[in-house]
């Protein structure tokens, strides 16, 4: 997603904000309820709380997981003038700071990744706390995660594994292609949320289904999580051990509250583990595990998914035809087809990659798809904000060739983003020197991925 | 040009043209069965150009040139062009003024440019993927226009962008990375890659670039007939190739460069950890440190093809025998 759009969107919260100062009590039917079960889940309170019991809390008081998250409307203010463009610019401050944190150094990632993402169907999703409703919520966000993770994990693979009526229900087997785990939770009928979950039930699942990788892959487990119980036939322990065993990295996102085993899950197998606030919050905690995730050292944890081993792989580039070609039996299918990919080192024809060849054991792939990683192997260094311009500034920017401002515009003095905010509005590259404005400097950095000036 | 073309965006075209000084001299020898030169071709681009701005008022340009070691924007529709010296000779009484401004304007700018190329013994590799990112940035800022702008002023439909590259240099195999980046973000924008290979063998990337990125890969046949290519094929906007018989790419070829050589092959050993791409079994990968195991390494080596198979010696024969 261009970067653009997302400033859009905090804009959008920005412009609700004077409504949403008394959020709390003017749709108390909604947003109470939702309190409600956050109380209910520190009292660990298995059945239907009452009302006054999340009432009782005091509103102002915040609960742990919810200090480490500020509302994005909260933290949009308007100035003086009443616009927000101190706001906006704030924004960027901040993603700029991120982006200075971030090492530059190539970082050891995994590529190569397996998700099981487990959904919560049991009847605690059709709760309206997530608008429009938990479960359309979850679907619609896994839809957009899958798309995302295999735009950025292309040799990944993924499964589903529901939970609901107590069991482990087989959703999508583990493919390698988005449009079958799309397909696979496109009937919202079939996934229609039922009775409780069983977190033992569907990890073991999953895990079986994972049982059989490749010791240079990763394995993960993704479970979103909107119940506040779970019904298992055994000690889950034991399945939190084995999962530490099989080196599978465990991430929950919980849609109402914490719960302890669900952090013992991520804790312990190197996972992350969230709690959502809102829905914006939610899609952060989902799509953080987005990126192919960086090898930590080994020691970090002792059951980490890390420590698998490394290895290198024959792999060919195959040549495309298009189905104006000439008809020929492909060998997986032994079926006529002009359209198809030649496996470079024995010319047989196969209808689809990344696969094996059939004939001469290649391993077969389109190698753009390897490329959509090497962004991460060799990150843009970020820029840094310009304060002074030398003797003889660049007129215009580097990258769109448009003008700078003649003059340093007013509002950059704010001391307060004053050290990444430009007020000139130049961004300069540390390795060829070059100025660009703000919007190149987002572009660069979050899609482009290459210095137009050192090239 | 109201009712029919108001309900759709304009058309923004970025023009990227291979300057290299060799090339093109290459390019003109009569020894070619239809040689093209510089000037001719520069005349034949101008041409498209004017009508891709006249069959809409709205319709924008920027033109960029590739030159040994450097990459300039020399036009944009958004620049003001100051009026120059060369006022009112009689034979431009009959031109439309903004046709000519801009023509004159490219022509100067690369002459310009190739007056202040250096000769040197060897040319310096094009600085084709550096104007391939500038014209990205470029048309990022066109269709994303800064929030921070001033909400009174109506923002104007951003235009339906794509690139055109005139392509005369071989591949670029040191910039593969950068180039499949830039091949990656103008997906993530929607904008179309066309791809006119002007003279010299056909580039693997920039036949990928174009078919990833649902553009044209055009290789003309008659060269003399440059503007009649460049009228059917990359005039019609993006939506209206659907409903015309556009040339299809024949084989699409997506070998790799490795990164130890840059060499481009078609058969890797790659690294799981961080998908490096090498041309040979190495036993620690050069942009990772991973160290791979001895037994790997022992058997790749066994089963590795003979070098001659692997690597240049297939770019000659593209067409695989079926
Ligand atoms: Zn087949
Ligand atoms: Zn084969
Ligand atoms: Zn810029
Ligand atoms: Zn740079
Ligand atoms: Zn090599
Ligand atoms: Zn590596």
């Given amino acids: ?455 | 040009m109201e009712t029919t073309v108001s309900d759709s965006p304009p058309e923004h075209l970025s023009l990227i043209i291979d300057l290299s000084p060799t090339q093109w001299h290459l390019s003109s020898l009569d020894t070619n069965p239809q040689p093209l030169s510089l000037r001719l071709f520069i005349s034949q681009v101008l041409v498209f150009l004017n009508a891709h701005l006249a069959s809409r008022h709205d319709n924008t340009i920027a033109v960029l040139v590739a030159l040994p070691g450097k990459n300039v924007m020399i036009y944009s529709s958004s620049d003001t062009i100051e009026e120059s010296d060369h006022q009112s000779p009689l034979d431009e009484s009959n031109t439309y003024q903004p046709f000519r401004a801009m023509n004159s304007a490219v022509v100067q700018r690369i002459d310009e440019e190739l007056g202040a190329q250096e000769h040197g013994e060897t040319e310096a590799p094009i600085g084709l993927v550096g104007a391939l990112t500038k014209a990205l940035c470029h048309i990022n800022r066109l269709t994303h226009p800064t929030a921070s702008a001033n909400p009174s002023i109506a923002v104007p439909t951003p235009p339906n962008p794509r690139i055109l590259i005139f392509s005369v240099s071989p591949d670029l195999s040191t910039a593969y990375i950068p180039l499949m980046n830039s091949i990656f973000s103008a997906q993530k924008l929607k904008v179309a890659i066309d791809v006119c290979k002007l003279y010299g063998e056909d580039t693997v990337f920039l036949q990928q670039a174009a078919h990833l990125t649902g553009g044209l890969y055009v290789n003309p046949e008659r060269r003399d007939a440059l503007l009649q290519y460049l009228a059917m094929c990359f005039l019609p906007s993006t939506a209206i190739r659907r409903v015309l018989g556009m040339p299809t790419q024949d084989h699409v070829d997506f070998r790799a460069a490795c990164f130890c050589h840059k060499n481009i092959i078609d058969i890797g050993y790659i690294c799981s950890v961080c998908l490096s791409i090498f041309c040979s079994p190495v036993p620690v990968c050069s942009t990772c440190r991973t160290k791979f195991p001895i037994k790997t390494l022992q058997r790749l080596m066994l089963n590795r093809p003979s070098p001659l198979s692997n690597g240049h010696q297939r770019t000659a024969s593209p067409a695989p025998q079926r």
């Fill in chain 1, 1 to 455: 997603m261009p970067p653009r759009r997302r400033d859009g969107a905090y804009v959008h919260n920005a412009g609700t904000s004077s409504e949403s100062e008394g959020f709390d009590d003017i749709d108390d039917g909604n947003y109470g309820d939702k309190r409600k079960n956050k109380g209910k889940g520190k009292a660990k309170d298995t059945g239907k709380g009452s009302q006054d019991k999340g009432k009782g809390k005091s509103k102002e008081q915040a609960y742990a997981w919810e200090a480490t998250y500020t509302r994005s409307w909260d933290t949009v203010q308007e100035d003086e003038g009443g616009s927000l463009q101190t706001a906006v610019e704030d924004l960027l401050a901040r993603g700029r700071r991120r982006r200075l944190l971030e090492p530059s150094s190539a970082i050891r990632r995994t590529i190569i990744r397996h998700l099981m993402l487990l959904l919560d169907l049991s009847s605690s999703m059709l709760d309206r706390d997530l608008r429009p409703s938990r479960f359309d919520l979850t679907l619609e966000y896994s839809r957009q995660f899958i798309v995302e993770w295999f735009d950025q994990n292309p040799l990944g693979q993924i499964g589903i594994v529901g939970m609901r009526g107590g069991l482990g229900e087989r959703i999508g087997d583990m493919s390698g292609n988005p449009q079958d785990v799309l397909k696979a939770i496109s009937d919202r009928r079939r996934l229609q949320p039922d009775g409780d979950p069983s977190l033992q039930n569907a990890i073991d699942m999953a895990r079986g289904s994972m049982s059989h990788l490749p010791t240079h892959s990763s394995r993960e487990i993704l479970i979103i999580y909107g119940s506040l119980t779970t019904c298992d036939p055994g000690n889950i322990h034991d399945t939190l051990d084995a999962c530490i065993n099989d080196k599978i990295r465990v991430s929950v996102v919980s849609l109402a509250a914490e719960m302890k085993i669900c952090r013992e899950l991520a804790n312990k197998t190197g996972g992350v583990f969230g709690v959502v606030m809102n829905e914006d919050h939610y899609k952060e905690l989902m799509f953080e595990l987005v990126p192919p995730p960086a090898q930590r050292s080994a020691s970090r944890l002792t059951g980490g998914s890390t420590n698998f081993s490394a290895d290198l792989m024959m792999m060919g580039f195959p040549t495309r035809l298009p189905d104006t070609s000439p008809l020929s039996l492909c060998v997986c299918h032994s079926q006529l087809k002009g359209e198809g990919f030649l496996c470079p080192r024995c010319k047989a024809q196969v209808c689809d990659v990344p696969t094996d060849c059939d004939i001469c054991g290649l391993m077969i792939v389109s190698s753009p798809h390897l490329a959509r990683s090497y962004h991460h192997l060799f990150p843009v260094k970020p820029y840094q904000a310009v304060t002074e311009t030398g003797l003889s500034p660049s007129p215009k920017c580097h990258g769109c060739s448009h003008s700078f401002p003649e003059k340093p515009s007013a509002t950059g003095s704010d001391p307060t983003t004053a050290d990444v905010i430009s007020p000139l509005g130049r961004y300069r590259c540390p390795d060829c020197e070059k100025d660009f404005c703000a919007d190149c400097d987002v572009f660069v950095h979050d899609v482009l991925h290459v210095c137009p000036g050192c090239q």
